[in-house]
């Protein structure tokens, strides 16, 4: 079923609260761990009321620039960014996603004070962003290489560790010298705690065999995917660091309410 709204917190509850028989599951996102440290009294606790079961996919960021900036490089940007502090803006796709909180990240890592402009969506963002009333983006790489291709748009790097497949010859920030900086969207199984392992087990395996299955592959990389898999301990990892990572993003940047 489908149990939208709230920035996916609707469908969050709903399964936090559900019977713990393995027949209702929740696609986690990268939603969920940034709505846990920014916002209070939300009926469940992300941390606790989830088991884990399987990363399934991830989709990078690249940090993309209007061309009037004149910069080819990080080298070049961060440098612009640091000289110019409080002048430069970047669209996303609204408070609180993964591209607002790219760029606050960003500002963190790199000392610079880049403004937010957030929009109803990523689609009214890039539009501005072509259009020059802002001047830059982390977007999602699938909305942007056809712009880029065209020369419409500077791609200067991808904000995960490891080169985004759909853009394979563009570095990443961390290479270009923000060391660590990693960030994208993610989507993965979760089940309510408490759930048996056994069940947990035998979700985690059929997910792992679709995310390696060429048909899934091909199609979620022709929409900028990155495939991933792993155990439910290696998600429970990920989603820790995901959560530490966050609430320090949030606490430097103010975003706490």
């Known amino acids: 079923m489908n149990r939208s709204g709230a920035g996916s917190n609707i469908a969050t509850n709903f399964v936090a609260h559900s019977p713990k028989d393995g027949y209702t599951l929740l696609q ?23 088991a884990p079961i399987s990363l399934f996919a991830t989709l990078p960021n690249i940090l993309v620039v209007h061309p009037s900036l004149g910069v080819r ?10 000289e110019k502090p409080g002048q430069l803006s970047y669209g996303s796709a609204g408070v609180g996603g993964t591209s607002h909180f790219t760029g606050e990240l960003f500002n963190v890592m790199a000392g610079t004070k880049l403004i937010h402009v957030p929009y109803p969506g990523t689609a009214q963002a890039a539009t501005d962003l ?30 995960t560790l490891r080169r985004a497949s759909a853009a394979p010859d563009l570095p990443t920030i ?3 010298g923000l060391t660590g900086f990693d ?13 048996a392992r056994e069940v ?26 990155d495939m ?6 290696e998600f429970a990892v990920f989603i820790r660091d995901d959560l ?4 320090r993003v949030a606490a430097a940047a103010g975003l706490k309410r």
């Open 28 to 50: 986690g996102t990268v939603a969920n761990t940034i709505n846990a440290v920014i916002t209070p009294n939300l009926g469940f606790d992300f941390a606790k009321d989830f």
């Open 73 to 82: 490089t990080m080298d070049e940007f961060i440098k612009l960014a640091r």
């Open 130 to 159: 072509l259009g020059g009333r802002v001047q830059i983006m982390f977007s999602p790489v699938s909305t942007v290489l056809q712009f880029v291709a065209e020369g419409k748009l500077v791609a200067l790097a991808s904000s």
């Open 174 to 176: 961390s290479e270009a």
């Open 183 to 195: 960030t994208s969207g993610w989507f993965g199984l979760l089940a309510p705690a408490g759930t």
């Open 200 to 225: 947990i087990d035998r979700v985690a395996a059929a997910s792992n065999e679709a995310a390696k299955s060429p048909d899934v592959v091909a199609t979620l990389a022709r929409q900028g995917f």
């Open 228 to 233: 991933a898999c792993g155990s439910p301990e």
């Open 244 to 247: 530490a990572k966050w609430e």
